[in-house]
């Protein structure tokens, strides 16, 4: 069983378009994250929620925003995407904040 | 944010021989995390070490921690092909959001 699950695996798309990127985790963990790993594999936290509710937001651009619908999922939305938002997107979790975290396999981002 | 740093950046080196990559960082913390990112593929745990202990092992993964000097080292043993990946470490310096440094990848050659 997949523990961190996120679709789709590559997504490609034009500037100016609006995307989502979903993500589900089976592990009942308490807090779930986004991170953007660039081209250098510099991996950096975007976004992180515990029980739905948002406890970091780091400095990204308003154009992202994060949705959970339940504990078990936490989606992103990507509104007007633009050619420095492509990257590998990836949602974590886990039990504690701070803990071991558990990543899903990416979703690789390509804004032409 | 704050970024941690990682040496070396690349680290190539024969099957069966030892591989050390270093970790240093910023400010107090709670824990070091190691973790491991295949080619293509998520992130890994593989070891936390807690800020009051100073040496963790698991199989053939040694870890090191000297708060003093603010660093910490993992240390792969006998090291085999299926090893090569790239290795981040990560510490949960602010508001237990974790700061990860740059990575060392390492290639292990047969």
């Known amino acids: 069983d997949t523990a961190v699950s996120q679709t789709p695996k590559y997504l490609v798309t034009q500037m100016g378009n609006d995307k989502s990127i979903k993500c589900e985790q089976n592990?009942?963990?308490?807090?779930m994250y986004w991170y953007k790993q660039d081209s250098k594999k510099f991996l950096k936290i975007m976004f992180s929620y515990n029980n739905k509710e948002l406890i970091i937001n780091e400095t990204v651009p308003n154009r992202f925003s994060p949705k959970s619908p339940d504990k078990a999922h936490l989606n992103l939305h990507i509104n007007s995407l633009e050619l420095g938002d492509s990257a590998v997107y990836f949602c974590a979790s886990s039990q504690v904040a701070g803990y071991e975290q558990y990543f899903g396999p990416g979703t690789r981002l390509t804004v032409t | 944010s704050q970024q941690g740093e990682e040496d070396p950046q690349a680290l190539s080196i024969q099957e069966g021989e030892n591989a050390t990559m270093n970790c240093s960082y910023k400010t107090s913390i709670n824990n070091l995390q190691w973790y491991r990112q295949n080619s293509g593929r998520g992130l890994v745990h593989l070891i936390l070490i807690r800020s009051n202990e100073r040496e963790k092992h698991s199989g053939r993964l040694r870890v090191t921690l000297d708060t003093s000097k603010k660093s910490s080292s993992l240390l792969i043993t006998a090291s085999r092909a299926a090893d090569t990946a790239s290795y981040f470490c990560a510490t949960d310096e602010i508001n237990y959001q974790l700061i990860w440094g740059a990575g060392t990848k390492l290639i292990i050659k047969p």
């Open positions: 592990l009942g963990h308490d807090t």
